[in-house]
């Protein structure tokens, strides 16, 4: 059986599931039945980090506890999904395998839901005010509500929109693209487990390190595109900024703390005359960061919305260029 595909295949099943996904979203009565294979990576995230996640170990061999935690995590994302599109690629002609791998596979990008998370923080704001801001901000953000007037969570939800761009949207498909359904599982598996364990806390700091610098590993063409694709989108914008987006992703990325999240978020701030990132609060922790953009760090609600519609155009690009990928490659 094939369990591998080719560039030729890969790229109508993820034409196919970006469609499917910015048409549907998860459907709510399937979350309702089965839940979500995120959930199910976290359930299973959950038990590795309280089984061998013992705070009485020294940090080396909790790291080592951490790298197989990582490994066993892949390997029960890589096989199912594997053997999955291996059979139903056997079983079945290209022309009835490729759709029902495309429909599996739109349940891991993020693109609708994403947009209506963030979409809910600017109808909060406009509809409720600072409460209602903060309660829908914090629904995507781990930094204190508490601590943010209306532009600092304006400027959150827009950090949240360009970071969770890459490697909600674009680094799933850039790893369906690449190796079909399992590359985007396998992908799913580790930007999970680094959102749950990835931190530098004195529980996961040890344990979480390879989740973390997987995690960094896989995200670093997606955060690239993301920016080119934000760039292309604010050019394409009335009122965005091409070359300012260029030149802050030029300038900036490279001094955020992430290795990827910087892309994105530059090129957002630029296109948008912002500045984003910089110093911000998560629990009770300040967090130093260096600002992306040269712009107002005063976002208000029409910036976030300006944002969605950037987002949104981003998105359309990129399905446009798999379309293209795929047409070029019968």
């Given at each position: ?65 951490g790298v197989a935690a990582v490994l066993v995590l892949l390997l029960a994302s890589l096989v199912p999904a594997g053997l999955l599109q291996a059979a139903l690629l056997h079983f079945l002609p290209q022309a009835a395998a490729l759709p029902l791998l495309a429909l599996l596979a739109a349940s ?183 600002w992306m953009g040269d712009g107002r760090a005063a976002a208000t609600v029409s910036d976030l919305r300006r944002a969605l519609t950037l987002y949104r155009r981003a998105c359309a690009i990129q399905i446009l260029a798999v379309a293209g990928g795929a047409l070029a490659l019968l």
């Amino acid at each position: 059986m094939q369990a591998s595909l080719p560039l030729s295949t890969t790229f109508p099943l993820l034409l196919g599931a970006l469609l499917i996904e910015a048409a549907l979203g998860y459907p709510a009565p399937i979350f309702a039945a089965i839940r979500h294979p995120v959930v199910w990576m976290g359930a299973l995230i959950g038990v590795l980090d309280r089984r061998w996640n013992d705070p009485a170990l020294a940090a080396p061999r909790r790291r080592a506890r951490g790298v197989a935690a990582v490994l066993v995590l892949l390997l029960a994302s890589l096989v199912p999904a594997g053997l999955l599109q291996a059979a139903l690629l056997h079983f079945l002609p290209q022309a009835a395998a490729l759709p029902l791998l495309a429909l599996l596979a739109a349940s891991l990008p993020a693109q609708r839901s994403l947009h209506e998370h963030v979409r809910a923080v600017a109808e909060g704001l406009e509809r409720d005010g600072l409460q209602g801001g903060r309660a829908a901000v914090s629904m995507i953000v781990g930094r204190n509500p508490e601590s943010l007037d209306e532009p600092a969570i304006c400027r959150a939800a827009i950090e949240s929109l360009a970071e969770n761009f890459s490697d909600g949207v674009v680094a799933p498909a850039f790893w369906c693209g690449a190796a079909g359904l399992p590359g985007i599982a396998a992908y799913k598996a580790v930007n999970t487990a680094d959102s749950m364990i990835g931190h530098r806390t004195p529980r996961h700091e040890a344990f979480g390190w390879a989740a973390a610098r997987l995690d960094d590993v896989v995200n670093l063409p997606a955060s690239r595109l993301a920016a080119m694709w934000i760039l292309l989108a604010a050019g394409m914008t009335r009122g965005a900024d091409a070359r300012g987006a260029w030149r802050a992703v030029r300038r900036d990325a490279r001094n955020h703390r992430s290795p990827n999240a910087g892309w994105p978020e530059a090129a957002m701030a630029g296109a948008l005359g912002l500045r984003l990132a910089g110093p911000r609060v998560y629990g009770q922790t300040r967090v130093e960061d260096a600002w992306m953009g040269d712009g107002r760090a005063a976002a208000t609600v029409s910036d976030l919305r300006r944002a969605l519609t950037l987002y949104r155009r981003a998105c359309a690009i990129q399905i446009l260029a798999v379309a293209g990928g795929a047409l070029a490659l019968l």
